[in-house]
């Protein structure tokens, strides 16, 4: 057996092992006592560990590891630096908030309160003051992962967090034509009236081309990238 395929086995069978015999917060075995039952050695065991740590399974402690909490998000962190920054991810990601927000809706919808409405109206208020692109981006994700927070599903709202990062970078790119804030102001209000309304319809519609028009600048912004890189190979 190879090093690294012992270490993946020291992995998958703790995985199994700790939610079967421990509790968030007990201590698991010293790496002695681990690699003497498994037959392996203590180094393998401690690589095991790492890996164990890094997906939020466990984390160290002077006294040894103890177990963490079911963390969802620990995984999708991992998860987060493998996007790269191409049109196409854009794109996919752009699909993918499309479908969280308005596939969410109907519990948005039934689920909205009077201090929600008034909380995304005060993001729309960010983004109108907002100076850069970046603080425009920031106050845009802070008024969608409300509408997710609204929702009540706990999954959606942890996706969203801890995708943050990647979300706000490809935000940042449809803000980088000043030509669209105010039409992405307007259809933020659109989208505030429907809710205040609680009509489910209306929302939808809101959202559809509110996604629609983003993905047409987002579009736009690659192509004038990509007009000004070969401007400037030409250029050479």
Do not use: W
Request: negative net charge; charged residues 30%; aromatic residues 6%.
């Amino acid at each position: 057996m190879t090093r690294t395929s012992a270490v993946q086995g020291v992995v998958d069978t703790l995985r199994v092992e700790i939610p079967q015999n421990y509790r968030p917060g007990d201590l698991l075995q010293n790496e002695r006592l681990i690699a003497e039952r498994l037959g392996v050695s203590r180094n393998t065991v401690r690589e095991a560990l790492i890996h164990l740590e890094a997906f939020g399974v466990i984390e160290k402690t002077q006294r040894g590891p103890r177990v963490c909490a079911p963390n969802v998000g620990a995984v999708f962190h991992i998860m987060d630096q493998y996007f790269d920054r191409s049109l196409k991810t854009c794109l996919d990601l752009l699909d993918f908030r499309r479908m969280m927000d308005i596939g969410a809706l109907p519990q948005v919808v039934e689920r909205v309160t009077e201090a929600d409405i008034q909380t995304l109206e005060r993001h729309v208020g960010q983004m109108q003051r907002s100076l850069t692109a970046r603080e425009d981006a920031l106050a845009d994700y802070a008024f969608h992962n409300e509408i997710v927070r609204i929702s009540g599903n706990h999954v959606l709202e942890t996706l969203y967090k801890v995708l943050s990062h990647t979300l706000v970078f490809y935000m940042e790119i449809g803000k980088s034509n000043p030509v669209n804030r105010e039409k992405t102001f307007d259809d933020h209000r659109a989208i505030i009236k429907a809710l205040a309304d609680r009509s489910l319809d209306a929302a939808v519609k809101a959202f559809s081309e509110h996604y629609n028009y983003s993905e047409r600048s987002v579009r736009a912004a690659y192509d004038k990238a990509g007009q000004q890189e070969r401007a400037m190979e030409g250029s050479e």
